[in-house]
């Protein structure tokens, strides 16, 4: 997890945007099944490192479509690790869509800190900016906070934000199930800078997570936040370039590898899609 410092939010009610993408949106389909993951762990996950972490594709089972991959983690306790997959610079992109299911090991119950999905923009030049902006749509499942809710970053403040009123699955579910699937849509717009947002800001629009936990893996939850919240992007680190993408992350409580207590966390994801305009 993120370091959480106490920090006030900056929460500007938005306009929802659409839900579905125009047809003239770039679509990057089935990012799981591409190389190139890149990992990134210990104190540049914000944890400790791991014994160990891997990216393994092409798994048939548990799979959508038949074709998942497998994220793991293995550590002791306050463990961390980050699944990266760049897609390429699309400075022009403003709107983004991000659609994906997920799949959690037991021992995601007993030993996760917090389940992290993210969509990214790097840009150099952003007309208005001061310097070049690191656009982070961070949003986790932090089980830390009222049994699970919803945290969005803050990228220039470096601290996460609970949504309090949003617990992950639905009002009356605050975690994730294991062993079963979870679709989860990321409605997100890029806010121009201006007055109270120098580098500009991550509209977090709204989102839907599907359960499939009823009889024959149907659906057994599907509820829709309309989050309309905006937190502040950041300077972009010296040297890095234009970018657009996609991360994972796994955290591991303080009860991980102690008496009792399983060591790793295995997630699946599977169909997961990037739309951009």
């Known amino acids: 997890m993120k370091a959480l410092f106490a920090a006030l939010a900056l929460l500007v009610c938005s306009a929802a945007w659409a839900q579905s993408p125009p047809s003239n949106a770039k679509v990057y389909n089935n990012i799981e099944q591409t190389s190139n993951w890149k990992l990134c762990t210990g104190a540049c996950a914000g944890g400790n490192d791991p014994i160990s972490a891997t990216v393994t594709l092409k798994q048939s089972s548990p799979s959508r479509d038949g074709n998942s991959t497998k994220l793991f983690v293995k550590g002791n306790a306050w463990t961390n690790a980050l ?141 829709t936040y309309q989050v309309n919240a905006v937190q502040r992007a950041g300077p972009l680190p010296a040297g890095w370039s234009d970018q657009l993408g996609v991360q994972f992350q796994i955290d591991l409580n303080g009860q991980a590898n102690t008496s009792g207590y399983p060591n790793s966390i295995t997630e699946w994801v599977d169909r997961v899609k990037l739309s951009a305009w």
């Not at 030049?125 to 986790?140: D, H, R, S, T």
């Not at 990228?155 to 294991?178: A, E, H």
């Not at 991550?202 to 893996?217: A, K, L, P, Q, T």
């Open 83 to 223: 699944f990266i997959r760049e897609l390429g610079a699309y400075n022009s992109a403003s709107n983004f869509q991000s659609d994906f299911f997920f799949y959690l090991s037991n021992s995601a119950n007993q030993i996760g800190q917090a389940i992290e999905f993210d969509t990214f923009q790097f840009i150099n030049n952003l007309p208005g900016a001061p310097g070049p902006v690191e656009f982070m749509w961070g949003a986790q499942c932090d089980y830390s906070q009222n049994g699970g809710v919803w945290d969005i970053w803050d990228q220039d403040l470096g601290t996460w934000i609970p949504m309090y009123n949003m617990p992950c699955v639905n009002p009356n579910r605050s975690k994730f199930r294991t062993q079963v699937w979870y679709r989860v849509v990321w409605s997100l717009h890029r806010v121009p800078p201006g007055l109270n947002l120098p580098y500009g800001g991550m509209s977090f629009d709204s989102v839907r997570i599907i359960e499939y936990g009823g009889s024959n893996g149907r659906v057994s939850s599907d509820h």
